[in-house]
């Protein structure tokens, strides 16, 4: 299994940004996915996941409202869409993969490369 996030960069207070997991080895259909963030000197954190059956999503409180979790299953991919982004939003964000279709409060058993997010004030 293989979750490869994409779509990080460097914006300003208020922008958006998308961000892109694709799974190889799995499908998004079959599994629950959800995104993990890690901003400097803080342990990592719970941002969103979407259930792998029925699509049910879940979000951090931080960021209800402003992220949208979403897939394509045809695709094999997952999105994070990311509006009104603020400076406290600067992570690393990382793709991740739960072992069963309904998202749990455990920690998830794969992990991929994070991708970079920066908000500038």
């Known amino acids: 299994v293989q979750l490869q996030a994409s779509g990080g960069g460097l914006v300003k207070t208020g922008d958006s940004l998308r961000l892109s997991c694709a799974a190889s080895?799995?499908?998004?259909?079959?599994?629950?996915t959800g995104w993990f963030r890690q901003a400097p000197g803080k342990e990592r954190e719970f941002v969103a996941a979407?259930?792998?059956?029925?699509?049910?999503?879940y979000y951090a409180d931080s960021v209800k409202g402003r992220f949208t979790i979403s897939r394509d299953s045809a695709k094999k991919t997952v999105y994070l869409q990311m509006n009104s982004l603020k400076p406290e939003d600067t992570a690393v964000y990382y793709c991740?993969?739960?072992?069963?279709?309904?998202?749990?409060?455990?920690?998830?058993?794969?992990w991929g490369r994070g991708t970079q997010v920066t908000v500038s004030s």
């Open positions: 979407i259930d792998g059956s029925a699509g049910t999503t």
């Open positions: 080895g799995r499908t998004v259909s079959g599994y629950a």
């Open positions: 991740t993969g739960y072992m069963s279709s309904s998202y749990s409060r455990r920690m998830p058993t794969y």
